[in-house]
């Protein structure tokens, strides 16, 4: 059973604690939009993003998704109460289309993956990765990135 928005509230507090601390995510403007416990939104300004076209920087488009799914990753560390180091392992990104407005990301698991798998090895072995997607939506809600990444969890605690 997954969790809702009430109950990842404490959770998601402290990843938008984490991320006050980190000057890139607090220069490029993003934003916690809804977490529901299987997805994570984010946004950003594109003023503060922008590149010479007038669209949206590829790389601030790289950046959220990378951070939003390490974020809805940290989120269910929080839940479980595991205390773990979260780094992106690898990733590719898709840029399909320009971004002339205000950036909004969501996140959420690769198909195949479950958390409880995930939590159990990280468990037993200290150390596990999961594999996460993450896209830049257009209003329309078409896909203008696309970011497969995996995720490597070490327990530190």
């Known amino acids: 059973m ?4 009430a109950t990842v509230h404490g959770p998601l507090q402290h990843v ?14 993003f934003a916690f939009g809804r977490c529901d416990g299987q997805t994570l939104e984010m946004h950003a300004p594109l003023a503060l993003n922008v590149n010479d076209k007038g669209s949206a920087f590829g790389g601030s488009m790289t950046s959220l998704m990378t951070f939003s799914a390490w974020s809805l990753v940290m989120v269910e560390l929080e839940l479980a109460g595991i205390r773990a180091d979260v780094f992106v392992a690898d990733s590719q990104v898709r840029y399909r289309a320009p971004v002339y407005g205000d950036l909004h990301a ?45 995720y490597v969890a070490i327990a530190n605690g």
């Not at 997954?2 to 928005?5: E, I």
Request: charged share 15%; glycine share 8%.
């Open 2 to 5: 997954r969790r809702g928005l």
């Open 106 to 150: 969501r996140a959420e698991l690769a198909p195949g993956q479950a958390w409880a798998s995930f939590l159990d090895t990280l468990k037993q072995s200290g150390r596990a990765s999961i594999h996460m997607q993450a896209q830049v939506v257009l209003a329309e809600g078409a896909a203008a990135a696309t970011l497969a990444a995996r």
């Open 16 to 29: 938008r604690t984490l991320a006050d601390s980190m000057p890139p995510v607090v220069a490029m403007g």
